[in-house]
Nanobody, 116 residues
Framework: QVQLVESGGGLVQPGGSLRLSCAAS????????MSWYRQAPGKERELVAA????????NYADSVKGRFSISRDNAKNTVYLQMNSLKPEDTAVYLC?????????WGQGTQVTVSS
């Protein structure tokens, strides 16, 4: 049974940092492309960052390039999103995503609020 459990969200001041975690079970994260999405109130869900399986290539939304970093710890079967220099516009629910055998799986999300 595939499960994705996010954690690490919270309230942070502008310019601060957070590290989100996505603990996976029921599959091996190193064998699949993994992604982080976010959804702000009244806005569509958007892709923030992704990491491929083999090779671990990464790509980022233009709005977070140079500030966010996605990584994977195969031993812990966990994917991370390091977020630096946070801005108020980064406020959203952040969700972990994987497509496995043509099925979409989402975590429950973790709230990130950037405010002074």
């Amino acid at each position: 049974q595939v499960q994705l459990v996010e954690s690490g969200g919270g309230l942070v001041q502008p310019g601060g940092s957070l590290r989100l975690s996505c603990a996976a079970s029921g599959f091996t994260v190193s064998m699949y492309a993994m992604s982080w999405y976010r959804q702000a109130p009244g806005k569509e869900r958007e892709l923030v960052a992704a990491i491929t399986s083999a090779g671990g290539s990464t790509n980022y939304a233009d709005s977070v390039k140079g500030r966010f970093s996605i990584s994977r710890d195969n031993a812990k079967n966990t994917v991370y999103l390091q977020m630096n220099s946070l801005k108020p516009e980064d406020t959203a629910v952040y969700l972990c995503y994987v497509k496995r055998w043509f099925v979409d799986y989402w975590g429950q999300g973790t709230q990130v609020t950037v405010s002074s």
